[in-house]
Each structure stands twice: as structure tokens, then as C-alpha cells.
């Protein structure tokens, strides 16, 4: 499957450090998404974007930084992250928001293994 | 607030034998979707229920979601090693796009 695509695949850091993790969509969706998959707690939604607007954001630390430049873009800035926020960060996106009894389907990225040291 | 438990958390099983997971809910779901993820892999949507008493098959994959909408099984006929990974259901509440995940099923197929 290629329709949602991330890089790095991994990535290892140093708690002073900056990167940026990035996701492409190509699938002309309009909503994407950034979630964090540690191995001790279920998957955790961290940002949405609906036409590159930000419409969701979940009591995320202020170390972790979106930007969606376009529809089909997505990054995640990292910045003097902690040894806990080690886990595998996902992408996806979805055609478009919907908010009634159906939900959009969410096609996810490989994802982005994190490491800090 | 809505909450779901995903039972088992793990199962063994001896390929050829069946397995079921199951979601229950202390509310009712506006829909639930269930996604399957393979080791080292990401998560890959498999199905979406909204109807009362729906029930879907997808080859060896059988879906129901409740009459009450409050749960949701999947059942996986004569495992084979390929069904190997964790099944998550998922829901959004009425109104929100937010999907929900449990914390799924992890399926090990002994051959």
C-alpha cells in the first residue's frame, strides 16, 4: 500500500535535538491525522486537519509541533522531546470528516519509530 | 463517559482452529469499525458497522455489531498463520469524527 507514505521509518534522537517527521497522502483525502502508538497504551489521537485547518488537538505537549502546509502534507516538528514520547507515530488520512452515524474511513502510514535518548 | 473493552486482550490459538474478539460498550456506538495490524506494521481498516444487527463476512471474517449497538464481535473461521497480528475495534461518538481505539486483541496462530 503506498496511499499514505512517512519518513524517516526511524528515527533516533537526543532529547536536544530537532526533526521533523513527515506524511504524504495520495489519495486526495481531505483530513489527516497524527497518532502516537506506545506499547503500553492504546492508540492515541494527537492532532487532526481538515483542509489544512487544525481541528483537533489533544492535550498535546507543546514539544510536538503540526504544520499542514497542504491537503496532501503533513509534518510533525519534535523538539526537546522526553524518553516517553519513544513510540511509533502514525499517520493517516480519511476523505473527509463526516461527524454523523458514519465515520470516514482512515487509511494509516507505515509510521515513524521514535527513539529518544 | 463511553467506554469500550476489547476481549481478549490476547489469544493463542492452533491454526485451523476459530477465534472470536469482542468489543462491548457501556453506551451505544454510532457505528464501530474494525481494524486488523500486523507485527511491525500499521493499523488497515477491515470493516465498518453501523446498522442494528448487521452482520458482514468477508471470506473467513465474520462482523456483527449488536441489536442494541453496544457490541461487537468478529469471528475468524479455521485461523491461518496470515490472521496473525492485533485486531482493534473502533468508534466515534455521535456527532465526532474522533475515532477511539481499544487496546485490541493481539492473535498468535501457532502453526
Known amino acids: 500500500e503506498t496511499g499514505v507514505t512517512q519518513t524517516p521509518r526511524h528515527l533516533v534522537m537526543g532529547m536536544t535535538n530537532k526533526k521533523s517527521l513527515k506524511c504524504e497522502q495520495h489519495?486526495?483525502?481531505?483530513?489527516m491525522y497524527w497518532y502516537k502508538q506506545s506499547a503500553k497504551k492504546p492508540l492515541e489521537l494527537m492532532f487532526v486537519?481538515?483542509?489544512?485547518?487544525?481541528?483537533e488537538n489533544n492535550s498535546v505537549p507543546s514539544r510536538f509541533s503540526p504544520e499542514c502546509p497542504n491537503s496532501s502534507h503533513l509534518f510533525l516538528h519534535l523538539h526537546t522531546l522526553q524518553p516517553e514520547d519513544s513510540a511509533l507515530y502514525l499517520c493517516?488520512?480519511?476523505?473527509?470528516?463526516?461527524?454523523?452515524?458514519?465515520?470516514?474511513?482512515?487509511?494509516f502510514g507505515p509510521g515513524t519509530r521514535l527513539t529518544v535518548l | 463517559g463511553q467506554q469500550v473493552m476489547q476481549i481478549p486482550q490476547y489469544q493463542h490459538v492452533q491454526e485451523g482452529e476459530d477465534f472470536t474478539t469482542y468489543c462491548n460498550s457501556s453506551?451505544?456506538?454510532?457505528?464501530i469499525q474494525w481494524y486488523k495490524q500486523r507485527p511491525g506494521g500499521h493499523p488497515v481498516f477491515l470493516i465498518q458497522?453501523?446498522?442494528?444487527?448487521e452482520v458482514k463476512k468477508q471470506k473467513r471474517l465474520t462482523f456483527q455489531f449488536g441489536e442494541a449497538k453496544k457490541n461487537s464481535s468478529l469471528h475468524i473461521t479455521a485461523t491461518q498463520t496470515t490472521d496473525v497480528g492485533t485486531y482493534f475495534c473502533?468508534?466515534?461518538?455521535?456527532?465526532?469524527?474522533?475515532?477511539?481505539f481499544g487496546k485490541g486483541t493481539k492473535l498468535s496462530v501457532i502453526p
Open positions: 486537519y481538515s483542509l489544512e485547518e487544525r481541528v
Open positions: 453506551t451505544t456506538l454510532s457505528n
Open positions: 458497522l453501523v446498522k442494528s444487527g
Open positions: 493517516a488520512s480519511s476523505q473527509d470528516l463526516r461527524g454523523r452515524g458514519d465515520t470516514d474511513t482512515q487509511y
Open positions: 489519495l486526495g483525502h481531505n483530513a
Open positions: 473502533t468508534y466515534s461518538g455521535a456527532g465526532s469524527y474522533q475515532l477511539t
